[in-house]
């Protein structure tokens, strides 16, 4: 009768032993090491944490989707997402959602390589396609705090032709989305298009107003 027999330990956590074993590195002559891993787990050089609740579960996600609104750096949120994906606990639904944040980050990544580069690119959003010749990311939002793309494309969509600022777009930093370089177009070093307005404020005064010291 072998160890495993003995302990009671079923087939499938027993290979599953074996697979956290190899995950790790811990190995003997080629092959995953159970022994290794357990002395690993009592020496506490291996930190096993408890399963997380759907209400925690759904603040780690709402922290990453903050990191990403934050700028903080790609490699930071992939590890989140990595680590958040293979968690056993963690439904397939949140899973899906931790990817597409990974996702998101990279189309932003991607974008900001071909704006310093001055590259025009393709951006595939929401089921459509604009060929993007400027572009620059806000940060402060339009109208909310939310991350944004301004860019100048060629497509004017549904604005009319007699519109000035037709060719002026926005895109949603944390929505879908995929891009690509075109390297047949030249940058728009002029920008997005732009117009003069001019103010006028009439201004009334009451003379009959006293300011007390």
């Given at each position: 009768?072998d160890v495993?027999?003995l302990?009671g330990?079923?087939d499938?956590?027993?290979?599953?032993?074996?697979q956290?074993a190899?995950?790790?590195g811990l190995?003997?002559?080629g092959?995953p090491?159970?022994?290794k891993?357990?002395q690993?787990i009592a020496?506490?050089?291996?930190?096993?944490s408890p399963p997380?609740?759907a209400?925690?579960?759904?603040?780690l996600l709402r922290?990453v989707v903050?990191?990403?609104?934050?700028r903080?750096p790609q490699?930071?949120?992939?590890?989140l997402?990595?680590w958040a994906?293979?968690?056993?606990?963690?439904?397939?639904k949140?899973?899906?959602?931790?990817?597409?944040?990974s996702h998101?980050s990279?189309w932003?990544s991607e974008?900001e390589?071909?704006?310093?580069?001055?590259?025009p690119?393709?951006l595939a959003?929401k089921?459509?396609?604009?060929?993007?010749?400027?572009?620059?990311?806000?940060?402060?939002?339009?109208g909310?705090?939310r991350?944004?793309?301004?860019?100048?494309v060629?497509e004017l969509?549904?604005?009319?032709e007699?519109d000035?600022l037709?060719?002026n777009?926005?895109?949603?930093?944390?929505?879908?989305?995929?891009v690509?370089p075109?390297?047949?177009l030249d940058?728009?070093?002029?920008?997005?298009?732009e117009?003069?307005m001019?103010f006028?404020?009439?201004?009334?005064i009451d003379?009959n107003?006293k300011i007390?010291?």
């Amino acid at each position: 009768m072998d160890v495993r027999s003995l302990a009671g330990i079923p087939d499938q956590d027993w290979q599953n032993l074996e697979q956290k074993a190899l995950d790790l590195g811990l190995t003997y002559n080629g092959r995953p090491s159970r022994s290794k891993l357990i002395q690993e787990i009592a020496a506490d050089r291996i930190f096993i944490s408890p399963p997380m609740s759907a209400e925690e579960q759904g603040a780690l996600l709402r922290s990453v989707v903050a990191m990403h609104q934050a700028r903080a750096p790609q490699s930071q949120i992939e590890i989140l997402v990595a680590w958040a994906i293979a968690r056993p606990e963690f439904s397939e639904k949140i899973k899906a959602q931790f990817q597409k944040l990974s996702h998101f980050s990279g189309w932003r990544s991607e974008a900001e390589k071909y704006i310093s580069q001055c590259k025009p690119f393709l951006l595939a959003y929401k089921g459509e396609c604009w060929t993007v010749e400027f572009a620059k990311i806000s940060d402060s939002g339009v109208g909310d705090r939310r991350p944004y793309l301004m860019a100048w494309v060629r497509e004017l969509g549904s604005n009319p032709e007699s519109d000035p600022l037709g060719h002026n777009r926005t895109f949603l930093l944390d929505a879908e989305a995929s891009v690509e370089p075109i390297d047949s177009l030249d940058w728009r070093y002029s920008g997005l298009d732009e117009i003069d307005m001019v103010f006028e404020v009439d201004f009334c005064i009451d003379r009959n107003l006293k300011i007390f010291g």
